[in-house]
């Protein structure tokens, strides 16, 4: 975990200057104009937890890399405090010695720069063994190490050779290798994937968010590109002009806009393709049931009956019964068997409304092999109306 507490990071030589004005709420503009200096970061308060990406987001300048690099001292904090889960508890970064920052530093922390910063004389093996043996760990365990990671971003084959001779999308492969070899909980990434191609960019999004499911860190990850921040983030924060203006999950960023400025930034994103199903659902607990049976639909005579597991779950419709298919996101849609689908919470509204165009059902959704929810036409034509988040 990680949080920051009332950050400021000031850039300038007068900061005393700066600082009472920052307080006054004067303007970045005015606050340079007069002292010269730059409010970078202005009272940032943000929690990240374990298995949490967290994507800063804002427009070029709004303070994402300066609040970013304070997690690792690659910026000076002017003024407050970041905190960080260490093996004695959560500790003020900056009430440590040197000594104890660099430890901290090597065993808690790493980070993924955009630009990838490889080392070109070593080769791809050698880049993500050199944290590692900084760390001074043993030789063999190295290697091991390596093979490990170089396994987990598929670049094997590649271990031996240069970083010149890898492509874009594959050096940062090397780049986020590096990163996990030195398995750290928090792992600071900016703008990783910006320089590369939108297909390659898209694949190594794929990528972080399967290795988070395994590796479950902590991630602070700066984007200036909000789909980028959709797709990976559990909570993104919204800057502007060093303030964060909103934090709060994708689908409250794109439904609930806290201001003008966010909601520019999400005017032209089509909620079907944020909103999850356990945002849209009915909760098992809130569905009136009778014996083994949960009422899906009065009208319909429609109802869930759940004996005991996920696997003995069948829906009845007056008196036909139908088995439950269940679907993890794997292959067309289209191709699915016309019965209910059952399928994780995270699925996202689109996939949810093809399903029930598709098999002419409502959708039940599990978490972790537990029946959670349903979700009806109901419950679909609130959120498109945008009554969702109203009721909950
Ligand atoms: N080392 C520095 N010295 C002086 N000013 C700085 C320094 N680093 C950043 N700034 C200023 O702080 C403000 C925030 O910059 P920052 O790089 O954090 O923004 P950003 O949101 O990450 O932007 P980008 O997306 O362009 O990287 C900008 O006005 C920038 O000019």
Not at 34 to 41: L, N
């Amino acid at each position: 975990m990680i949080e920051f507490k009332n950050l400021d990071v000031v850039f300038g030589k007068q900061v005393d200057q700066a600082l009472p004005l920052l307080d006054s709420g004067v303007s970045r503009n005015e606050i340079l104009e007069k002292t010269g200096c730059t409010a970078g970061v202005r009272n940032a308060n943000l929690k990240v937890e374990q298995g949490e990406i967290c994507v800063l987001m804002g427009l070029s300048g709004s303070g994402k890399s300066s609040l970013l690099r304070t997690a690792n001292g690659l910026n000076p904090i002017t003024r407050g405090s970041v905190h960080l889960d260490t093996e004695n508890g959560m500790q003020d970064f900056n009430s440590l010695s040197e000594a104890e920052q660099r430890q901290v530093r090597m065993e808690r922390i790493t980070m993924v720069f955009q630009k990838f910063a490889l080392m070109p004389w070593l080769t791809v093996a050698q880049n993500v063994a050199f944290g590692l043996e900084q760390k001074g760990m043993d030789k063999k365990l190295i290697r091991e190490k390596v093979e490990e990671q170089l396994e987990l971003v598929g670049l094997t084959p590649w271990a031996d050779k240069k970083p010149s001779e890898l492509s874009g999308g594959m050096q940062q492969r090397v780049g986020l290798a590096r990163a996990l070899a030195m398995e750290t909980d928090i792992i600071l990434m900016d703008e990783p994937f910006s320089a590369l191609d939108p297909l390659i960019r898209a694949q190594l999004q794929d990528e972080l968010l399967r290795l988070q499911a395994k590796l479950n860190k902590t991630v602070v990850f700066v984007s200036h590109d909000l789909d980028e921040a959709l797709k990976l983030g559990n909570h993104i924060a919204i800057m502007k002009d060093g303030e964060i203006v909103q934090h709060d999950t994708p689908e409250n960023i794109v439904l609930n806009p806290a201001n003008d400025y966010v909601r520019d930034f999400v005017a032209h994103t089509n909620p079907v393709d944020v909103v999850k199903g356990h945002s849209l659902m009915r909760s098992l607990s809130s569905l009136e049931q009778e014996g083994e049976e949960y009422c899906l639909s009065h009208r319909h005579d429609y109802w869930l009956e759940l004996k005991s597991g996920i696997d003995s779950a069948r829906v009845r419709l007056g008196d036909q019964f139908y088995p439950v298919h269940k679907w993890d996101g794997e292959g067309s849609i289209e191709t699915l068997p016309k019965q209910p689908a059952m399928v994780p919470v995270e699925t996202i509204m689109k996939d949810i409304m093809e399903l029930r165009y598709h098999t002419g059902h409502g959708v039940l959704l599990h978490k972790n092999d537990k029946v959670v929810g349903y979700v009806g036409d109901k419950d679909i034509y609130h959120a498109l109306l945008g009554k969702l988040l109203d009721e909950d």
